[in-house]
Structure formats: C-alpha cells, structure tokens
C-alpha cells in the first residue's frame, strides 16, 4: 500500500508541476503580449522616424530653393553691376578721347567780379559765342584728362557702392 508520505510526495509532486505550467504558461502569455506591445511602439516609433525624416527633407528642399533664388538674384544683380561699370567707362574713355582729339574742350566759369581770387581775367562785354552766362575758361586738356580720371574713379566707386547695397539688401532680406 502506498503510505502517506508517498501520498504526500505525489502530491507535492503533482503541486510543483501544476506551478511549472502555470508559470510557463504565464511567462509565455506575458511574452506574447509584451511582443505585441514592444512590435506596437517600435512601428510608432518608426512612424515618428519617418514624419521626422520627411520633415527635415523638406526643410531641405526649402532652404535649397531659397539659396537658388538668392543666387539667381545676386547673380542678376551682378550683371547689373557689370553692365553699369562697363558703360561707365565706355562714357568716360568716350570722353577722354573727345578731350584728345580737341572734339571737347572744358571749361570753367570765372567770378571776374572776385577781387580776392588774385585772378586778371578781364570780363567779355560782348556775346562772341553761343556760350551764355558768365566768363569761362578753357582748361588744359592734361588738366582736364586728369578730372575725367577723376570721376572716373568717383563714378566706379559710387557704382561699386550701388552693387554693394543691392548685395545686402538681397542678403538680408527676410
């Protein structure tokens, strides 16, 4: 016959195994849900990695777009500058030739009646040309190839400084 320690141990036995699978059963159900959960996240994290990334190119595409169109501006606005410096010095080697040939004379009004200019030019009483106004005078032509390089300066440095501000203006505009 079977004592009752043997009983016992059976059932013990018996005990320890109803525990073992019910833990099984229980780390595996927990195991599945867990993946469920974890394959649930990982889809929305890689949705959100997604959004982020399709943001950011965009992003891209915009500021790409934004410095080609700056570029195209600058570069309009460069030719511009380019031409304008380019028929400021046609005009003035135009001019300096003129003033070469004897084409173009420069002259200079006079205030005859300036006492303190130490200046003896007499005042015309008659009108012997189509000049009207007061008295002037003829220039040298070195004197006068001298101020057209003058201006010359002045005008590309004024021009210079017109493409400078049309540069930041660009550059800076929102």
Known sequence: MISLVQKLLGLLVLILLA????????????????????AEQARLHQDDLTAI???AAEQVRTDQAK?????????VSDQTHHKELNDAQANQARLRDR???SDLRLSVLIDATDSASGCSVPAGTEAVGVVHGGTRARLDPAHAQRIIAITDAGDQGLIALKACQAYVR?????
Not at 28 to 38: E, F, I, S
Request: net charge positive; glycine share 2%; charged share 20%.
């Open 19 to 38: 525990m073992a699978i019910t833990c099984f059963s229980t780390w595996k159900v927990q195991d599945w849900r867990y993946g469920k959960q974890l």
């Open 67 to 75: 410095r080609l169109a700056l570029e195209q501006r600058l570069s």
């Open 53 to 55: 990334s399709n943001a």
């Open 170 to 174: 660009e550059v800076a505009a929102p």
């Open 99 to 101: 003033l070469a040939t």
